[in-house]
């Protein structure tokens, strides 16, 4: 995954996290843009070796994309199939309703990632652009606000029984996913028959928005998830947000959002690189980062599988038959 062997050609400027191509290069000559133009911008082009950054994510990974969204959808469907199925011992899931709309945005996710995925040239347009990007980010969005919510309700209560509230619940966070998703999409475009985010000064905020927006929800929420459980353990105060095996759901996020915000200080020269091989890390790691993240599409729903599997397992005494719970009950009776 990824041509290194091939890779473009690009200078390093000083005191900058950002590249020029040698064609970007040849442009400025032709537009008369003089030597003394740009040492008056402190751009130092002598001691700059090229700077090569491997694209671990480039039409070369494909197969890559592909293999991921069709094994994404495969669980996805298989698992929502179980859950909705007639007669369903999964329906007795606490809140099942809300756990099916996880699976969803796992299913949605899967379907965004052939539209952005490399090498398909022809279909690549910049409104398809702009779809793909809105579903990947809201599916995921959605879905951590749903394992946060779902972990704050207190499941065991069946709050999500509730037809109202869950309708209510949804509508919230799937429309406030979908606004938070804006700012990739209108930023997303297409180069060279790649679905990216040309970092311009149009899209300069758009861009930070997005940065800021996958920090806090990715990184920030399960870290503030984790500290109130910490708390309410330590001072003894009830026993807080609900731990489950949906939280290893933030594993695949959460480099992502740590990534993207490091990437902002860069380009915000906040924090300077003043290496290459600095930057070269740094462009490896949020092509890890992403990759990572994909992957969840495929995870999601085997950990929601696991989970219900659990918990119907410690339910499934309140399906027995009749005979059987009779039976239990006067064993009860008995020891009373």
């Keep these: ?40 911008y402190n751009y130092s082009l002598t001691p700059a070796a090229p700077c090569y950054s491997c694209n671990l994510l480039d039409s070369s990974s494909l197969p890559f994309f592909i293999l991921t969204s069709v094994l994404g959808m495969l669980a996805s469907g298989g698992v929502l199939f ?12 606490p809140s099942w ?11 949605l996710f899967s379907i965004a990632v052939p539209i952005l995925a490399p090498g398909l040239y022809s279909a690549h347009s910049t409104a398809l652009c702009n779809l793909g990007y809105w579903v990947w980010y809201t599916s995921a969005f959605a879905q951590a606000l749903l394992i946060g919510c779902y972990a704050c ?90 731990v489950s095996v949906l939280w290893v759901w933030f594993v695949f996020w959460w480099p992502h959002g740590m990534v993207l915000m490091f990437d902002a200080l860069v380009r915000s020269k906040t924090i300077l690189l003043h290496t290459c091989q600095s930057q070269k890390v740094l462009d490896a790691m949020l092509n890890v980062a992403e990759a990572l993240s994909m992957l969840h599409c495929v995870a999601t729903p085997l950990l929601l599988a696991l989970f219900c599997h659990q918990t119907s397992r410690r339910c499934f005494p309140l399906l027995a038959p009749p005979a059987r719970q009779a039976s239990q009950m006067d064993a009860l009776a008995g020891k009373s």
Excluded at 3 to 27: A, H, I, K, M
Excluded at 101 to 106: A, E, R
Excluded at 159 to 180: F, K, M, Y
């Design 82 to 93: 179980t859950i909705l199925r007639p007669f369903s011992t999964w329906q007795i899931c």
């Design 153 to 242: 309700l207190n499941p065991k209560k069946n709050i999500g029984q509730v037809p109202g509230l869950t309708l209510a619940l949804s509508v919230g966070l799937w429309g406030a996913a979908a606004l938070l998703g804006l700012p990739v999409a209108l930023a997303s475009d297409v180069y060279n028959g790649f679905c990216t985010f040309p970092f311009s000064k149009d899209m300069e905020a758009l861009k930070y928005t997005h940065y800021a927006i996958c920090f806090t929800i990715f990184t920030i929420l399960p870290l503030t998830l984790s500290a109130a459980k910490g708390l309410k353990i330590a001072w003894s105060k009830g026993p807080g947000p609900w």
């Design 1 to 40: 995954m990824g041509n290194c062997l091939y890779p473009v050609e690009t200078l390093s400027l000083d005191n900058s996290g950002t590249q020029f191509t040698l064609e970007s290069l040849n442009y400025l000559y032709e537009e008369n843009t003089s030597y003394e133009f740009m040492t008056d």
């Design 97 to 107: 309703p809300i756990l099916t709309q996880l699976v969803v945005g796992s299913a």
